[in-house]
Each structure stands twice: as C-alpha cells, then as structure tokens.
C-alpha cells in the first residue's frame, strides 16, 4: 500500500472514493478522506469546498481510488451473543410468548456448540462493517471472544426474576458477573430483562446501583402487544404464558401501559435505551421522553418482523424527535447480524428516508448513546472511527448503498 511520508515523519493515506459520508454533515460527492497509518481521521476534502485542495491531492501518486462509499464503523446497538446458536432453530411469526417458549426450551446446549457459535457471529459481525456492539448477557461465556475481537463490546448484564424474594441473589449474580466482565478489560451493566420479568425489589436494586455506577443501561420494552394487555388488564397470549410459569402469583396488573408502568422503576440519572418498542403509542413516546432526560430508543426491525410480523412506531418516534438507534437483536431471532440489512429493512418501510438519515442510527447516535463519541461515529478529525468500504456493483454512483454488495473495512 503506497504510503507518503511527509516532513514530520508523519503518514497519511489519501482515500479518493465516489462518495464519503461523514455523518456530521453532508454526503460529500468525489471527496478525499485523509487518514493516519492507525485510521485517525485528519481531513476529509471536499471538492465542492476547497477545489485547489482537491486538485492539489488528486496529483499525489499515493492517493488511493477507492470504488463506492465510505461511511464510518457500523455500531449494532442490541445483540445478545450467547444465543447465536439458536439460529434458525425457532420457529418465524410465533409472537413473543411462544418465541420466548422456544428460547427458554432450546437455549441449553454444548459449551463447545455455544462458543462456535459465538465466534462465528462476532467474526460475522466484523465482515459486515461492525466496530461496536451493545450486547445483552447472562453468562461469562462471551468474555474470551470479546477480549479478542476488534470490534468493542459493551456488555449488558441482564438480570430477571419477578419474585422479590430472589432479588437480593440475582443481584448479587449480576454484580458478580459485572465484576468479572470488567476485571477482564470489558465495560458492562446491570440491566433489567423486560418490563415485565422483574420485581419491584430487583428494579430497585438495579436502580441504586445505575445511579452509582453511571453507565447506560437498557430494557426490553413493548416488544408485543400482549405486554401491554398483561399491564393493562392481567390478560392475552403473554399473561397466560407467563401465569403458566407459576411465577407471578406476586403480580397484578397496574391499569396503565407496560411503559408507563415501568418507567418510575427505571433510574433517571442515566442514559436509559428502551429495546423493541414495537407497539409503544404516541401517548407513551410522549410520557417517557418527559419522564427521562437521557432517553434513546432502538428498534430492531428484522427481529419484529421475525417474531412479530410488525414494524415498530418509527414515524411517531421521528415526529417526537427521539434519540434512535437500531439493533440486530440475536440469531434467534434474525437471520443474520448485519446492520446495513436493518438499515434496508427501515427504507422498504420509509422510502422517504435517505441513506444518510438511517446511516446516522447506526454510527453518530449509538456513539453517543454509549458515550464512544470522541472515537467513533463520524468522520471528524481526531476520531478514530473504523473506515468501511461499501460496493455496490449495480449502481456505482447512487444516492444509497443499502444494496452494497462488497463491505470492508479499510482501517
Ligand atoms: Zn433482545
């Protein structure tokens, strides 16, 4: 790779590419992305604004011709890891309850299987342009895979039981877990399963330490319309299913929405990233953005339309001008991890969405949301973002890539 070394000994790589996205501003036509041997962003030269600049690079015998688009490092806001091997092995358009059912069934297998499987999914992940994940965990079976990873992990610990009773030990589980996660070089934080797994003891334990500990957290939220009916009136599909369980003899419906119920639990003086929202209504939108200052939603869609046959409340969330980010959700429920697939998914549904709108859910917002802003997200100078390539061989010059058949990542 032809490298040009200039005076203070300094090199650069010169990346001349049909199109840049930067993200922070505009799509920048024909530019040049200038970055150090480590992939630090200095510049990016738009012709549009500096012309002289631009012809001056373009005689460099060094520059680079990159075909199709550069965007920054893809940022998977919701995965889980440990139930990679649970791909294709449940069944599509179940609804939550029974997609629930055949996780809770099938999720214990060889350690040996779970591992393989883990690793091809963060490899998997890796191809595809993904620098950062959020990923949800019950177990320390990831740690190994994420300390070798180049992608960076921020791991949830998911904790749940609805009996208070088990509070106070499945917290201490989870404390014991967090603890392992960080001592072997990895961030993580306790987080609550889903609005309806966890007793008001457990929320609260889970609350104080948030407080405490200042790192983001997340919960799944209105993922079917069955939680709401379970809040609502104590009845549908999901209630019964859970009522089966044995479980919730502690329970009683509150009258009020899943969120609305569950939002007092959740602490406030953190960043708090509601997952799904799939059947979240506007009422809901509005209450939550005024109860929590820091509040960011993800959406998974090819997980709701694997599960749920349903596309979550988008347009609602952009007239409320929320915080959004996206998910792949695990490969139980998707059939791959590929953000750029979710990204596709979101412009079937809004076509009136551009390329670069969506492109900022999957960079800036989640860099912000898991306070990676200073290093990935955008190309600004001093960010060290990851460069992926994107190719699409149908159309070189097209407005989207959300077709690109080629992903690599260049730094
Ligand atoms: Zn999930």
Redesign the pocket.
């Known amino acids: 790779m032809p490298l040009f070394y200039d005076l203070y000994g300094m090199s650069w790589q010169y990346l001349h590419a049909d199109r840049i996205f930067p993200v922070a501003s505009d799509p920048v036509r024909d530019g040049i992305l200038v970055v150090d041997v480590a992939g630090k962003i200095d510049a990016l030269i738009d012709p549009a604004h500096s012309p002289e600049d631009h012809h001056a690079v373009l005689l460099r015998e060094d520059i680079r011709k990159v075909k199709g688009a550069l965007v920054p490092g893809f940022i998977n806001s919701?995965c889980?890891l440990e139930l990679s091997h649970l791909k294709e092995k449940i069944a599509q358009g179940t609804g939550l309850p029974g997609f629930l059912k055949s996780v809770t069934t099938q999720r214990q297998a060889d350690r040996e299987l779970i591992r393989q499987a883990m690793m091809d999914a963060n490899k998997e992940m890796e191809k595809g342009g993904i620098i950062a994940v959020g990923d949800?965990s019950n177990t320390s079976d990831s740690i190994t895979i994420k300390q070798g990873s180049t992608i960076r992990y921020h791991t949830f610990i998911e904790a749940f039981d609805l009996h208070p009773d088990y509070a106070e030990e499945r917290f201490k589980s989870a404390l014991e877990l967090e603890a392992e996660f960080i001592s072997s070089g990895l961030t993580a934080s306790i987080v609550p399963h889903a609005t309806y797994t966890v007793s008001d003891s457990l929320f609260r334990l889970i609350k104080e330490h948030a407080g405490h500990a200042g790192m983001p957290i997340c919960i799944?939220n209105q993922e079917t319309e069955d939680e709401d009916d379970l809040f609502m009136t104590g009845e549908g599909e999901l209630a019964r299913f859970l009522f089966a369980t044995g479980k919730y003899s502690h329970w009683n419906p509150t009258g009020q929405s899943a969120l609305r119920s569950t939002l007092p639990m959740l602490p406030v003086s953190t960043k708090l990233l509601l997952?799904h929202n799939t059947f979240s209504q506007s009422s809901d939108i509005q209450f939550a953005m005024n109860a929590v200052p820091d509040l960011w939603w993800c959406l998974c869609p090819a997980a709701n339309a694997y599960i749920e046959s349903s596309f979550p409340p988008l347009e609602k969330l952009i007239q409320h001008r929320s915080n959004i980010v996206l998910g792949t959700?695990?490969l139980a429920s998707n059939t791959a991890l590929s953000v750029l697939h979710e990204m596709k998914i979101v412009h079937q549904y809004h076509p009136e969405l551009t390329f670069n709108q969506i492109l900022k859910w999957v960079t800036l917002s989640p860099a912000e949301f898991f306070g990676w802003n200073n290093q990935f997200g955008s190309f600004e100078k001093g960010k060290t973002p990851g460069v992926i390539q994107l190719i699409d061989e149908k159309s070189d010059h097209g407005e989207d890539y959300f077709n690109a058949t080629e992903i690599s990542r260049l730094f």
């Open positions: 919701h889980h949800i799944h997952v959700d695990s």
